[in-house]
């Protein structure tokens, strides 16, 4: 059981570039979440799902995509990186947030120079 | 919007000493708040949950509060040891479904 896990650890991307955070999960939760953490803030919601082919913005989506096909696995694409998403990202899933807690993968340093 | 705020940003103590971090939310209209830890580096990991019709939380030398009518929420650390180094996050979970709003941790750093 290896809960979330997220590649790559670190990243560093140029202006207008691309490119896909993976996350997936192996608990089987319906939940899954990206936050992003800039330094010596609090997490953020970029953009979260309730289940397979069901996404929905956080406070912070712009910028950012997502898709959910399958429930394990829950991809962020950024498109025409910019030097405010340098950040550290964040997968967490739940299973039923109400009552349970959010389980977290350990993060993706990106830099976009 | 719901804001959530921890006051001391960072923390300082020598081994042994029993701490309080605190932690303030402006909308008490919350499902349950969860104390969270961060080691530099690494994701969070749970430490305690208080559903909103609880008082208290307790695990091992750890014991969270919850007064939601105030807006306050204290996590309690008994008799502080070297590896309790790290940055304490608090979050609320605004409704049920989904998001939780985080504060800005705090950064305890235990003496030996």
């Known amino acids: 059981n290896a809960g979330v896990t997220q590649t790559p650890k670190f990243r560093i991307l140029k202006i207008g570039q691309s490119m896909t955070l993976q996350c997936t999960q192996d608990?089987?939760?319906?939940?899954m979440y990206w936050y992003r953490q800039d330094p010596g803030m609090g997490l953020k919601l970029i953009y979260y799902?309730?289940?397979?082919?069901?996404?929905d913005k956080g406070e912070v989506p712009n910028g950012y995509n997502v898709s959910r096909s399958t429930t394990e696995d829950f991809p962020l694409r950024l498109e025409l990186a910019a030097p405010s998403q340098t950040s550290v990202y964040f997968c967490?899933?739940?299973?039923?947030?109400?009552?349970?807690?959010?389980?977290f993968g350990p993060g993706t340093r990106l830099t976009v120079l | 919007k719901q804001e959530v705020t921890q006051i001391p940003a960072a923390l300082s103590v020598p081994e042994g000493e029993n701490l309080v971090l605190n932690c303030s939310f402006t909308d008490s209209a919350i499902y349950n708040l969860q104390w969270f830890r961060q080691d530099p580096g690494k994701g969070l990991t749970s430490l305690l949950l208080?559903?909103?019709?609880?008082r208290e939380q307790t695990s091992g030398r750890l014991n969270a509060s919850l007064d939601k009518s105030s807006g306050r929420s204290t996590l309690y650390i008994a008799a502080s040891q070297p590896g309790d180094s790290a940055t304490y996050l608090c979050?609320?979970?605004?409704?049920?479904?989904?998001?939780?709003?985080f504060g800005g941790g705090t950064r305890l750093m235990v003496k030996p």
């Open positions: 979050a609320v979970l605004v409704n049920a479904g989904n998001m939780l709003t």
């Open positions: 608990m089987n939760h319906n939940y």
């Open positions: 208080i559903q909103s019709s609880q």
């Open positions: 967490a899933s739940s299973f039923y947030p109400g009552a349970d807690t959010q389980y």
């Open positions: 799902s309730v289940g397979a082919g069901i996404t």
